[in-house]
């Protein structure tokens, strides 16, 4: 039966419905809203007075119904019809009779800097794409049960955020504790750590505090870190992990830091209380129940146990909620895009360890890329500064050795000239993390050797 057949078959019925049960207010083909890869939304025109109360209480009744007429209409139809109330403008959602996965090659995967293309939203007016801007969507959680299209919705967000950023700017550290669907990005040259137990991601979210406490202390931010997590729950088991992690939610978004998450169970008492009330956006999918729609969307009524189809997400931004589709993408073509993306961003870069504690694989990090002269002369005075110009050309310079002879002078030369204080008193962790980009107790013993001459003060 044609789509359209369809869709007059079923605006009939739910107008026949509404006025056997006294509801003013209809529904008609201009007003209706097909897409293909989701549902068909029947918009609603309600006479003056009449409330949307008196359409909730039908529900049930207008999906058994909807459902045994698309059984006696669509031949081998053996699926649901359960109606979803969409609010703004008011509307009947139903499930697509049979959807067409969105597909990845429909999306334009050049977006800007920090930007992770999701998927697509629809309204009256078109559809628009939907991205998460680490600028702005601080931390996202994502909610589904299994089958649902949350791991394919985070390969998505993945890919394109690493597509359109450089190493440079951005580094990843990924926790996959199922050893799934986050595997193939361990190619990826701006995956720093990937952590596939309980123990390396618990010294995953160690490091990721660690440079939190850091930043807070220098408050400088030489590139984003973005923590990926897959599946969440499971680290309900650590409670200090939890708790480092609700820290990270709580003060991260100012330093540079954020967070995407997934999970099958968004429960305070799988992911802990603050960590559920941390995230800046949500997506929400399929979930199981009432409960569990309210707990992922933070909001009652928002019908997120409704959706049916993998792939279908309810965006919680604030108070603003809209229904979305995810791209869909396979594993085969995750794995060829990571190809591309290394050998767009490799050029000049090698693989670096970074020990950041037990547990972990190593990562890519830039190479050291030839030394910098010219890091400028001391003025004349003894209590002038240093003018200092050429050192951000080469440090950090985030590689596992000691500094060279060139590299020495000019940290020395750096610290004479202040660039290493915090409210006035030199700080070690400062000038470490300016010289490595990270911390650890060699690269502590290295600096500290090379300012063995040079008068810091206490």
Known sequence: MEIEKLVMAEISLINRMLAAHQVQAFTSKKRTMVVDSSFIAYGLKLAPG???????????????????????????????????????????????????????????????????????????????????????HYHTLVAAMSGGGKSTLMRMALLTVTRNTSPNDLHVMLIDLKNDDLVPFRQAPHVVHYAGSIMAATSAIDYVHQVKEER?????????????????????VNREALRQLGSILSTGRSLGINVWAGTQYPTAATIGSVVNSSFTTRLVGMVDGKQAAATAT???????????????????????????????????????????IARRWRSGYERQPLQVGSGYETGYEPPITGYVTGYGERTSGDNERATITGYHNHFPIRAGRPLTHMERQAVRRLAEAGKFEHRGQFSLNRAVLFVYGSKSPERLAWVREALEQVDVGE
Do not use: C
């Open 50 to 136: 009449e409330t949307v109360t008196k359409i909730e209480r039908i529900q049930r009744e207008l999906s058994n119904e909807l459902a045994r007429q698309r059984v006696r209409l669509l031949a081998g139809y053996n699926g649901h019809a359960v109606v979803r109330l969409r609010d703004y403008p008011l509307a009947i959602e139903v499930p697509h009779p049979a959807p067409v996965p969105l597909d990845w090659r429909a999306a334009s995967l050049r977006m800007g800097r920090f930007v992770a293309l999701i998927g697509r939203s629809y309204d009256y007016t078109g559809m628009r794409d939907e991205y998460l801007d680490l600028e702005r």
């Open 216 to 236: 807070i202390e220098t408050q400088e931010k030489p590139w984003r870190l973005l923590l990926v997590i897959d599946e969440l729950a499971e680290l309900g």
């Open 298 to 340: 933070k909001r009652a009524g928002s019908g997120a146990e409704l959706l049916q189809t993998p792939g279908d997400f309810l965006r919680v931004d604030g108070v603003e909620l809209r229904r979305m589709k995810a791209y869909n993408i396979a594993l085969d073509d995750t794995e060829r895009l990571i190809v591309q």
